[in-house]
């Protein structure tokens, strides 16, 4: 009964979230009242809010269902007010995704994004213009990351720990933008040192992925449900760090051993891209000294062919670090687990809060 409840609740909170982020969105993308756009200019920036709504439906939530599903948990009954602006901080979550996802497209040259155009290639047809297309791709970012500001402080005053919550949720950004950067140069991380290697890759995992994906959405709930923001940091990191690690953990596993049935995207896509993985990294420490060199020149090469994909796959899976990497994310799942438990929490509510975290790790991985 009470797993059917939760998957019931988190029902209901994705169907109150996804027209929330809607209007939302195009309420803070448009030109604020304070002058007039002049008419010769208005289809444009229709354009670029219709596109902001565009790029910001669809996705699984997993975010913004974490930062309700604890609340809900932590804060138990609250005022009608306290539980919409609580709405709107998990909301202002995924416009920020939204926001680094365009920019993620622009970065990765990307053409699709969810089976659609990417927000700057729709902007390039839209207006008929490569470079001004381009140019509006990356002031759509900016909007986006403008706007999910605006509706997490509006939220933030209506909520418990006010000054906390909109520190917190700057903090967050810088993160993520630190993550960005980190995620560029660790594809300059050298071969030769698969340690090395892991070690950036999973530096990246924290600033980038865990930040906002499993620290930001516990430490918004433990803060707008009333507690100590010193220890709510130190919760929701215990919890959401081995989490968020494990949650890109298992998307780079997926890539390699899901189907794209299952994933929507192709299978070795990372390796077609030539991505530096902690199971690239596995790999290489584990091979033999013919099959590391040929790993080496594969991902130092311009482009892997489909044949040299598969080959890649089998050296993952031969050389234990497809296993390796079930490993490390069960570790990681067991992890999060005891700082859960940490939190004393009644039996339900713990129940409940580890089932609002398992969604992020496949079952089969836990």
Known sequence: ???????????????????????????????????????????????????????????????????????????????????????????????????????????????????????????????????????????????LATACIEIARRAARRLDNTDAINEAFLTMQREVEIGQVLDLAVELTPLEDPDALVDASLNVFRWKTASYTTIAPLLFALLAAGADPAEAWQQALAIGRPLGLAFQLADDLLDVVGSSRNTGKPVGGDIREGKRTVLLADALAAAGTQDRQQLID?????????????????????????????????????????????????????????????????????
Do not use: Y
């Open 298 to 366: 594969l991902f130092e090469s311009d482009a892997r062919t489909d044949d040299q994909v598969a080959f890649v796959i089998a050296l993952f899976q031969s050389t234990g670090a497809v296993e390796r990497s079930r490993n490390r994310i069960h570790a990681l799942w067991l992890e999060s687990r005891a700082a859960i438990a940490n939190l004393n929490l009644e039996p339900e509510a713990e129940n409940h809060l580890i089932a609002a975290c398992a969604r992020f790790v496949p079952e089969n991985l836990r």
């Open 1 to 143: 009964m009470d797993k059917l409840l939760g998957m019931c609740t988190t029902a209901n909170n994705r169907e109150i979230i996804e027209p929330r982020i809607i209007q939302l969105v195009r309420e803070l993308t448009a030109a604020p009242a304070t002058d007039e756009v002049a008419d010769a200019l208005k289809p444009v920036m229709e354009q670029v809010v219709d596109q902001a709504a565009s790029s910001s439906q669809g996705g699984k939530r997993l975010r913004a269902l974490l930062a309700l599903d604890a609340f809900d948990i932590l804060a138990g009954d609250v005022t009608p007010d306290r539980r919409d602006a609580m709405i709107d901080l998990a909301c202002a979550i995924e416009v920020f995704q939204t926001a680094a996802l365009v920019h993620d497209d622009i970065i990765d040259e990307s053409d699709l994004r969810r089976g659609k155009p990417s927000a700057h290639r729709a902007l390039e047809q839209a207006v008929h213009s490569g470079a001004i297309g381009h140019g509006l791709g990356l002031m759509l970012g900016d909007i």
